[in-house]
């Protein structure tokens, strides 16, 4: 089993930034990716960012490239998503996931076996 934990959202007004933390724990040799989701109200849920652990190979959808970066520190077990210049659209609950991804299906949530709780974000205009 693994276990994820989010922090780090917020409000803030448009233009800010944010940096999202998702700390693992347990089994996180079984996982190879993970990744961000966010999902607003009455829609779908959508991928934002991955990144695999051997590799740090990382994806970003294309609605937050050159603004959000994902990353991680391998000794603490955690996965950031640093958000810059925010928008109201960028309003959400974002939520962590791992799993085993292939690559090229970074941002697909049916690949992923664990989910945080998630931690919301609000942007104001």
């Known amino acids: 089993q693994v276990q994820l934990v989010e922090s780090g959202g917020g409000s803030v007004q448009a233009g800010g930034s944010l940096r999202l933390s998702c700390e693992a724990s347990?089994?996180?040799?079984?996982?190879?990716?993970v990744a961000w989701f966010r999902q607003a109200p009455g829609k779908e849920r959508e991928g934002v960012a991955a990144i695999y652990s051997l590799t740090s190979r990382s994806y970003h959808a294309d609605s937050v490239k050159g603004r959000f970066t994902i990353s991680r520190d391998k000794d603490k077990n955690t996965v950031y998503l640093q958000m810059d210049s925010l928008k109201p659209e960028d309003s959400a609950m974002y939520y962590c996931?791992?799993?085993?991804?292939?690559?090229?299906?970074?941002?697909?949530?049916?690949?992923?076996?664990?989910w945080g709780r998630g931690t919301q974000v609000t942007v104001s205009s």
């Open positions: 347990g089994d996180t040799y079984t996982y190879t990716a």
């Open positions: 996931a791992a799993g085993r991804v292939p690559y090229g299906d970074a941002l697909i949530p049916r690949h992923y076996d664990y």
